[in-house]
């Protein structure tokens, strides 16, 4: 699939010290200093819409196309079976610059896919031959957002494998039936001391301490991973969180 979008520069100051605009039409000026500028724009009712530049990385070996819509990614669909661990209510929040506008993106197809407590992907055979699981299809799935650029997910916290801090992987594609078209991939990381207390629990703690945290992966250290720690709350008997995402439109 040929990928004709990019990223808006992320140069200068962090997302965490986003500019305000009043119009849509600062967002051009002022996107190559700042991570992320706040603007009103599109469908939002009047609302402010955070658009938000995030840095790529890297695919890795465990990404399958299943095609498998759904919210709730914690059930295997082959035989009904729920992986154990802490849910993990996630919101994706996605937007385009265009035109000197940031709005909503809607129809894009958001996958995600991740290892469970005990650090086992679904639909891959492991390299080091830890695992065979190449006909299940738990922790894997994608939804499209919607009107408001929205994609949600049921998830767990994720385990862990060696040489890796704790992600998840996501992928965003604006038409994957097409030869051309957006596609968008990275990885979502974890505050290293909610981790820690989250794999103390069972089944986590079943696995042993870690072995790598998020400054010791070279993926994080190399491509941003500072830029995509997911910030949660507690939510009942797990946590609940929201990503903002932009993606350049050209």
Same mark, same amino acid.
């Given at each position: 699939?040929?990928?004709?979008?990019?990223?808006?520069?992320?140069?200068?100051?962090?997302?965490?010290?986003?500019?305000?605009?009043?119009?849509?039409?600062?967002?051009?000026?002022?996107?190559?200093?700042?991570?992320?500028?706040?603007?009103?724009?599109?469908?939002?009712?009047?609302?402010?819409?955070?658009?938000?530049?995030?840095?790529?990385?890297?695919?890795?070996?465990?990404?399958?196309?299943?095609?498998?819509?759904?919210? %709730?990614? +914690?059930?295997?669909?082959?035989?009904? @079976?729920?992986? !154990? *661990?802490?849910?993990?209510?996630? =919101?994706? /929040?996605?937007?385009?610059?265009?035109?000197?506008?940031?709005?909503?993106?809607?129809?894009?197809?958001?996958?995600?896919?991740?290892?469970?407590?005990?650090?086992?992907?679904?639909?891959?055979?492991?390299?080091?031959?830890?695992?065979?699981?190449?006909?299940?299809?738990?922790?894997?799935?994608?939804?499209?957002? %919607?009107? +408001?650029?929205?994609?949600?997910?049921? @998830?767990?916290? !994720? *385990?862990?494998?060696?040489?890796? =801090?704790? /992600?998840?992987?996501?992928?965003?594609?604006?038409?994957?039936?097409?030869?051309?078209?957006?596609?968008?991939?990275?990885?979502?990381?974890?505050?290293?001391?909610?981790?820690?207390?989250?794999?103390?629990?069972?089944?986590?703690?079943?696995?042993?301490?870690?072995?790598?945290?998020?400054?010791?992966?070279?993926?994080?250290? +190399?491509?941003?991973?500072?830029?995509?720690?997911?910030?949660?709350?507690?939510?009942?008997?797990?946590?609940?969180?929201?990503?903002?995402?932009?993606?350049?439109?050209?």
């Amino acid at each position: 699939m040929a990928k004709r979008g990019t990223m808006p520069s992320r140069q200068g100051l962090s997302r965490r010290q986003m500019l305000r605009c009043a119009g849509v039409a600062a967002v051009a000026s002022l996107w190559g200093r700042a991570g992320g500028v706040t603007a009103a724009a599109g469908d939002t009712g009047g609302a402010a819409l955070v658009c938000v530049a995030r840095p790529r990385q890297t695919e890795g070996p465990y990404f399958v196309d299943t095609r498998l819509e759904r919210s %709730d990614l +914690r059930s295997d669909p082959t035989d009904g @079976t729920r992986k !154990p *661990g802490v849910p993990v209510v996630l =919101a994706f /929040h996605v937007s385009r610059f265009d035109d000197d506008a940031c709005t909503p993106l809607a129809g894009a197809v958001v996958d995600l896919w991740q290892c469970d407590a005990l650090g086992v992907y679904s639909g891959v055979q492991d390299f080091a031959g830890r695992f065979d699981t190449r006909e299940q299809r738990f922790l894997r799935g994608y939804q499209v957002t %919607d009107s +408001r650029g929205m994609a949600r997910f049921t @998830t767990l916290y !994720p *385990g862990w494998y060696s040489g890796r =801090a704790v /992600h998840i992987h996501f992928k965003i594609r604006t038409d994957p039936e097409a030869d051309l078209g957006l596609e968008f991939t990275s990885q979502l990381y974890f505050d290293d001391a909610l981790t820690d207390r989250v794999h103390q629990q069972p089944p986590y703690a079943e696995r042993g301490p870690r072995n790598v945290r998020n400054d010791a992966d070279g993926i994080y250290r +190399r491509s941003g991973g500072d830029e995509l720690v997911l910030d949660l709350t507690e939510s009942g008997e797990g946590y609940r969180g929201d990503f903002q995402i932009a993606l350049a439109m050209h």
